[in-house]
Each structure stands twice: as C-alpha cells, then as structure tokens.
C-alpha cells in the first residue's frame, strides 16, 4: 500500500473586537464556510476558542483546515464564488459593509504535514466535546537548519512514535512554510480534559525514551521559543 500524501495545514486565526462580531463569524463557520468546505471535499475542519483568554480584550476563532495539494488550497477561492448555497448562507459575512467589517483582522499559517503523520487525524476521544482540551503548540527555532533539526526530531528521532505510544491523541504535526514566527513547526494534540493533558505530559516527560532522545547531543538547542495555545472545539467542529 503506498504511503499517504502529506497534506498542507491551513490554520485560520479570525480576531474580533466585539463579541457581535464574534458570533456572526462563528454562525457564518457553522452554517456556509464548513459545509462549503464539506462539499469541496474537505472532510476534517476544526473549529476552535480559546480556553483561559480574557475575551474583553482578546476575541479569536481557530479554524484547521486540511487540504490534500497546494492546488487544491489554490482553488478553494474560486470554488467558494462559485457556490450558490455557500454565497447565500453567508451573505451577512461575505457582504458585511466596509465600516462593520466580521472580524479586526485574520492571519494564516500554512504548514506541511509530516512524513510521520501526513494526514490530518480526528482524535479518538468519547467524552464530550466542551470538556476537551486541544493543545497547540509552537516551536520556533533560532535558524532554519536548527529548525530542519527539530522536525528530524519528530520524525526521525522517534518524537511522534512517543507522543503516540503515550496516547496524546494528536490532530496534526507540521512544518510551517509561511506564517510569522518562521522557522517553526506546530502541532496538535488533544485531550478529554485539562487533569488528562497534565497526565499525559507528566508521563512525557519521565518517559526513558524522552530522556535518552532529549539527552542527544545532535538534538540540542534546535528550539528557543515554545508557545502553548489551549482550546476547546465548536460543537459542530470535525475535530
């Protein structure tokens, strides 16, 4: 069976400024853009808010989008026109006014999967979905080749084989080719709840493996800034 193809990872990060703005973007999510995304042959989107933010100043949606290409993230645009149903579920979002804009801003990073997990992967967890944690993660390195260094890490050294052994559920590991806090990676991974994460990570780091990997004088320095972003998925999220 030949191996699966890596997919590029768009991870949409919506800011707003008042929570009417929040909820017309998280209604246009919900009823136009995922579904869209559902018939141009995205099955896995995630939709995420952050846990622990104080939202009086600082409103954000997370939205994960998988694609199979680079070509199919180039003409995602133009099928997103063309769909009638998409255009008219939307219409308060697409045609918002120029001084009511739906959101401050939105900022994407793209990343490629890697060659451990090439596919997006929804987690196998059977508690409820307000109860979970996702835990985003962000590993900036001081250089790309240390960058390179990190990701053979993950791959070659037997980092994501670890995080799978111990059951972390992750949704996704990649490269991030344009964003901007490059040269890093960024991963996902998910929990039923918050003392589950702090289980999982406390039985990371006594891990024998850990040690011996972490240890490796080939693999030191190759990161120097993590950023952790918890957060809970939307009930209507594929994740």
């Known amino acids: 069976m030949a191996a699966a193809a890596r997919q590029y990872i768009e991870i949409r990060v919506y800011h707003f400024s008042t929570m009417q ?21 995205i099955g896995k989107v995630g939709v995420f808010t952050p846990i622990g933010v104080d939202t009086a100043t600082d409103k954000k949606l997370y939205v994960l989008i998988p694609y199979k290409s680079l070509k199919q993230f180039e003409e995602l645009p133009a ?8 255009q008219q579920a939307g219409s308060a979002y697409i045609n918002a006014a120029y001084n009511a804009g739906p959101y401050t801003r939105y900022e ?35 250089t790309e080749k240390l960058h390179r260094n990190k990701v053979e890490m993950f791959n070659k050294g037997g980092e994501v084989g670890l995080f799978e052994r111990l059951g972390f559920n992750a949704v996704f590991y990649g490269a991030v080719v344009a964003g901007n806090r490059m040269p ?28 011996t990997l972490s240890a490796k004088p080939e693999y030191k ?7 952790i972003t918890f957060l809970t998925p939307a009930e209507y999220s594929d994740l």
């Open 21 to 41: 703005q929040l909820a017309g973007a998280d209604s246009f999510l919900k009823e136009a853009l995922v579904p869209a995304l559902h018939q141009a042959g």
């Open 184 to 211: 890093n990676l960024m991963y996902m991974t998910s929990f039923e709840n918050k003392a589950a994460r702090d289980e999982h990570w406390k039985a990371f780091g006594s891990d024998p493996f850990w040690k």
């Open 221 to 227: 320095n190759n990161v120097s800034k993590i950023d």
């Open 108 to 142: 994407t990073i793209l990343l490629y999967a890697f060659e451990d997990m090439p596919e997006v992967k929804a987690p196998s967890l059977t508690g409820e979905k307000k109860s979970r944690v996702y835990e985003l993660r962000s590993y900036e390195s001081s």
């Open 79 to 86: 099928k997103l026109q063309k769909n009638k149903a998409f």
